[in-house]
């Protein structure tokens, strides 16, 4: 395998357009990475699209308005997880040498309200509601009250991390909601699933994000910028788990392969991209993540260590929170993030002296990516 | 799985309770009867599912036999669901919560006959069935829900 760099990254601001289709958000988000990449359409060789119930073939009609240069489009869909997974066939693409420059590509346009069900089959649909599976907020909020029942968390500390997301999505221009919001904001906003109210949840949106990978050979060609290269690309699934024969979180198998793909470990990072639907989805993950044990993750929020500035901190552009997550491109939103950190290109959202990142990504049912960023030094 | 004898015949023109899903659980006749949930055991790891699936998620076994589940379990979470949502003619609010059965798994369910102030992890909850919403022609959509146990 080569090593991979990421040359090039765009993206629109996500949000809610009434006029803007995913594709035309796709268009632009291309041609934002090729400008900063500094290259031409027709240099792309090979490109992917991630993005979720937008219609058949959004790449390709993608492609259509950027220039039917006649290269392969691979449309590819893995819930929040599409991105990612654009984003990591790209890398496998020019890694194998098959390739020497690859366009990984999300687009989303969502409506105000999730579909019910992520299956459009009546069959399917019926089992859920059977279930009571009606609302994709009651998930959360009940993962919420187990954890604040085992761990004592509290709903102030679960509050704090959408705090804190929205205060780094006040530096990044791109974020859907850049606004400060209090712990008591987040309290008062409309109850969804008890005691999961509006603003411990991501928003629906729109947007278009994209990435250009190549060759570090190739890379070498273009521009003085400090080069970005793939450390890992780790992607896995759920394995069946119960209580009688219990498996670890798939986000843990996941973050283990990433790391020995990387030679290194949690603490090494410089700053961490990740999937928080709901804000105890964050706190979850430190602990899944390995940067702390089972019930420790509240303490993390509580003391600032997540924040910019802290010791390690997470969703510098916003998050799924404020950032925004139109499913598709908010994976490729993550790799856009953490590029511009370690290129040292962040504005006033910048992690000193940022060298890795990390970003992570849950699709659907288990799926689980995981891509690790390094400034070659 | 056993037919619903409390349905009435289509002919009488008379609403019906129908299952939301066939083979998911029973809608016994008489009302001293308890409704099952219908799983599906391993034969050779023995593992247990709902709902019941043709190959072993465990071990990828084959040879899978269809059980009823004790109906009977402790509550591990629940929300109250407040936000109304897509395809849901039902009433808002309702509660939904997830139930560890003695069986060694955990499983979502409309809970029922209780007030959401008392409701508490790790009480014991027992099986019963409910209307979810109606049809187009007034029939009664019956899923099985869960509701806490009589001590």
């Avoid at chain 1, 590509?105 to 859920?128: D, H, I, Q, Y």
């Avoid at chain 1, 060759?215 to 896995?236: D, H, M, N």
Wanted: hydrophobic residues 35%.
């Amino acid at each position: 395998m080569r090593e991979v760099a990421v040359i090039g990254v765009g993206m629109t601001r996500f949000g809610r357009y009434e006029d803007k289709s995913s594709i035309e958000h796709g268009v632009e988000a291309t041609q934002a990475a090729l400008k900063d990449a500094g290259l031409g359409w027709k240099e792309v060789q090979i490109a992917y699209c991630g993005a979720a119930q937008q219609g058949m073939t959004p790449g390709t009609r993608v492609l259509a308005g950027l220039g039917t240069t006649g290269i392969p489009f691979i449309n590819v869909e893995n819930a929040s997880a599409s991105g990612s997974t654009a984003f990591r066939e790209a890398y496998l693409a020019v890694a194998t040498g098959l390739y020497d420059i690859a366009l990984a590509l999300g687009v989303g346009k969502m409506g105000r309200a999730f579909a019910l069900a992520s299956s459009p089959e009546p069959a399917e649909m019926n089992l859920m509601k059977a279930m009571g599976s009606l609302q994709p907020a009651s998930f959360f909020a009940m993962r919420m009250k187990r954890r604040m029942k085992e761990y004592g968390t509290s709903i102030d500390s679960l509050a704090r991390v959408s705090v804190k997301n929205h205060r780094h999505a006040v530096y990044n221009p791109y974020a859907q909601y850049p606004k400060e919001v209090t712990v008591e904001e987040v309290h008062r906003s409309r109850m969804i699933c008890d005691p999961v109210t509006v603003l411990h949840l991501c928003p629906t949106g729109d947007g278009g994000a994209a990435a250009i990978l190549c060759s570090e050979q190739e890379a070498k060609k273009y521009g003085t910028r400090p080069l970005i290269t793939v450390a890992a690309s780790a992607f896995r699934t759920q394995v069946y788990s119960s209580k009688k024969t219990p498996s670890p979180d798939v986000t843990t198998i996941t973050a283990k392969e990433a790391y020995e793909q990387a030679g290194c470990g949690p603490w090494d990072m410089d700053l961490v991209q990740v999937h928080e639907a709901a804000t105890v989805e964050e706190i979850d993950n430190y602990e899944l993540l390995g940067f702390c044990n089972p019930g420790e993750g509240e303490r993390f929020i509580d003391d600032g260590v997540t924040q910019i500035g802290g010791r390690m901190p997470f969703n510098t552009d916003g998050g799924l929170l404020a950032r925004g997550h139109p499913i598709g491109p908010t994976g490729l939103a993550q790799i856009w993030e953490t590029v511009m950190q370690l290129r040292g290109e962040a504005g006033q959202r910048q992690v000193e002296g940022a060298k890795i990142g990390m970003a992570h990504m849950i699709g659907y049912e288990g799926v689980c990516i995981i891509h690790i960023l390094k400034k070659r030094l | 799985m056993e037919s619903d004898k409390s349905a009435q015949s289509s002919e009488t023109g008379e609403r019906k309770r129908l299952p939301i899903v066939e083979g998911l659980f029973t809608m016994p006749s008489s009302p001293d009867e308890r409704p099952q949930l219908i799983g599906s055991r391993c034969k050779a790891c023995s593992e247990a599912f709902f709902p019941k699936r043709l190959i072993c998620a465990h071990c990828y076994g084959q040879d899978v036999e269809e059980i009823s589940l004790s109906g009977k379990g402790e509550l591990y979470t629940y929300t109250i669901v407040r936000a109304p949502v897509l395809g849901y003619q039902g009433p808002i609010p309702f509660v939904v919560g997830q139930i560890e059965l003695p069986e060694g798994l955990t499983i979502q369910s409309i809970l029922t006959g209780c007030e959401p102030e008392s409701l508490e992890i790790g009480m014991p909850m027992e099986i019963t069935l409910g209307k979810l919403e109606e049809d187009e022609a007034g029939n009664e959509i019956i899923t099985y829900m869960f509701t806490p146990a009589v001590q």
